[in-house]
């Protein structure tokens, strides 16, 4: 890959989900370092693009390409790219600890064995997201915002170009969310290119680059991400913004109370 070249490459993308239109026509490009935050409301295709994105999803038109490789092809390099995925259930899935799980995220379809020097690589990783005294802690005895980190240090082992994340903080405790936007800052210094779905920028505001906004599985922003408000996460705001689909697209503007894009009427 050139270093010029789009880390994310979508074009016209379209996901059916039976007699559902999910996704519909996406154009999307990020470029090396970048930092993105791909917004909007709950149902608004979010999650069906990055699982798209990553293969999970197989799209019924368009193209994606990651790290200068056709997804079609299957010819991406995975071991270069990190994936978090949206929180699951805590005590969920076979005990194990919290070294075991970020370990396996150097494991790939071609590699089952570990590479050497991987307990050094968990330990780092670990440390990356504040949890190194964790390490031999069983899952299930974590938070839910220590298990998120730990998913966070599995995707971080692999020293990953481009890391994706589907909301990763939602519903997690402070400290995870400043631990989080702590090493999101670092990776971004590092130069690796972040695409990660939010409900709001929260912690990250002052971090991404751009902000992506999906409304019924169509663009409708993309550029500057909003101003930070420091009243963003104050008692009785709404995160979420229900749409009614016989409305015309409107415009964006920026949240006042949330500083969180929020559409106004035309
Ligand atoms: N397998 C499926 N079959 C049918 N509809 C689906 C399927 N997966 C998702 N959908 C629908 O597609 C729409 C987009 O879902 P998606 O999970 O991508 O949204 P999202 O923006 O990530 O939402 P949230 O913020 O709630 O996670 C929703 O209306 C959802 O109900």
Redesign the pocket.
């Known amino acids: 890959m050139r270093m010029s070249e789009p880390v994310i490459e979508v074009e016209d993308l379209h996901v059916h989900?039976?007699a559902?239109h999910?996704l519909r026509g996406i154009g999307l490009t990020v470029r090396p370092g970048e930092a993105v935050a791909l917004l909007?409301a709950?149902?608004?295709?979010?999650?069906?693009?990055v699982k798209t994105l990553i293969g999970v999803i197989t799209p019924s038109g368009g193209t994606v390409r990651l790290l200068g490789a056709s997804l079609a092809d299957d010819h991406v390099p995975w071991e270069r790219v990190g994936y978090v995925p949206?929180r699951v259930g805590a005590g969920t899935g076979v005990p194990s600890t919290a070294a075991e799980v970020v370990a396996s995220g150097l494991l790939s379809g071609r590699r089952w064995w570990l590479p050497r020097g991987w307990r050094t690589r968990v330990r780092e990783a670990l440390e990356e997201v504040g949890l190194a005294d964790r390490a031999e802690s069983a899952m299930h005895v974590l938070s839910g915002g220590q298990q998120q980190r730990v998913l966070i240090a599995r995707a971080l082992v692999r020293d990953p170009d481009l890391l994706v994340l589907d909301?990763p903080v939602a519903g997690v405790d402070r400290p995870s969310q400043e631990a989080f936007a702590a090493s999101v800052r670092r990776l971004v210094e590092r130069g690796v290119t972040v695409l990660v779905?939010l409900?709001e920028l929260g912690e990250l505001a002052g971090i991404v680059t751009r902000a992506v906004v999906?409304r019924h599985g169509r663009v409708v922003h993309d550029g500057a991400p909003p101003h930070p408000r420091a009243d963003h996460d104050a008692a009785g705001h709404r995160h979420v913004h229900p749409h009614d689909d016989s409305r015309p697209t409107p415009a964006l503007t920026q949240n006042p109370v949330t500083g969180s894009p929020e559409e106004v009427a035309p």
Do not use: D, M, P, Y
């Open positions: 989900a039976g559902s999910i909007g709950n149902g608004s295709g979010k999650s069906t693009l949206q909301e779905v409900h999906l």
